[in-house]
T-cell receptor, first 111, second 116 residues
Framework: KQEVTQIPAALSVPEGENLVLNCSFT??????LQWFRQDPGKGLTSLLL?????REQTSGRLNASLDKSSGRSTLYIAASQPGDSATYLC??????????FGTGTRLTVIP | GAGVSQSPSNKVTEKGKDVELRCDPI?????LYWYRQSLGQGLEFLIY????????KSGLPSDRFSAERTGGSVSTLTIQRTQQEDSAVYLC??????????????FGPGTRLTVT
């Protein structure tokens, strides 16, 4: 069974710092990996989608990398802002109808 | 115990027809989410029910989409006059408490909708 782990579970940084969130998964047979953010009481917002054939994706201050063979992904956030405070989730798609989510990293950016 | 169930698992419909997708959350879970995932796209939030509060419908893509949650349990997502761009996997998730902690979000297996 696919297991997705995210480290750290929680992270606090001062505004302006660059930071890295980590995601690991046990089964490398995936179609894609996604990073999401969730704000309290809200649904998930998809941030970046990396297909299994890709190594990285970038969107604004966000960069996600994927090393499928080692079962790892990182989400890099540059120049963090208080508005980045949220829970960040990674999820892998091993099959058409399944999503395996990590437990998330709760990020707090301190003004 | 039983997890979140969704039915049907697959649905093929002709363009212009209405469809209803059903979600049975885990008994006692107070919050329920609907998402959809189109081919090659990220997961898209559609609607969120929390207890007896008014649902958050901010993710519904058009007025052809609606959802109900009866008795705080079963939810039905209805798509009227389906279009080909509605083809996607529709996922439901339920959450056991008002805190909405994401790691307690239990997803159903999804309904794959294909509009021909």
């Amino acid at each position: 069974k696919q297991e997705v782990t995210q480290i750290p579970a929680a992270l606090s940084v001062p505004e302006g710092e660059n930071l890295v969130l980590n995601c690991s998964f046990t089964d490398s047979a995936i179609y894609n990996l996604q990073w999401f953010r969730q704000d309290p009481g809200k649904g998930l917002t998809s941030l970046l989608l990396i297909q299994s054939s890709q190594r990285e994706q970038t969107s604004g201050r966000l960069n996600a990398s994927l090393d499928k063979s080692s079962g790892r992904s990182t989400l890099y956030i540059a120049a963090s802002q208080p508005g980045d405070s949220a829970t960040y989730l990674c999820a892998v798609t091993p099959g058409a109808n399944n999503l395996f989510f990590g437990t998330g990293t709760r990020l707090t950016v301190i003004p | 115990g039983a997890g979140v169930s969704q039915s049907p698992s697959n649905k093929v419909t002709e363009k212009g027809k209405d469809v209803e997708l059903r979600c049975d959350p885990i008994s006692g879970h107070t919050a329920l989410y609907w998402y959809r995932q189109s081919l090659g796209q990220g997961l898209e939030f559609l609607i969120y029910f929390q207890g007896n509060s008014a649902p958050d419908k901010s993710g519904l893509p058009s007025d052809r989409f609606s959802a109900e949650r009866t008795g705080g349990s079963v939810s039905t997502l209805t798509i009227q006059r389906t279009q080909q761009e509605d083809s996607a996997v529709y996922l439901c998730a339920s959450v056991p408490s008002a805190s909405g902690r994401v790691y307690e979000q239990y997803f159903g297996p999804g309904t794959r909708l294909t509009v021909t």
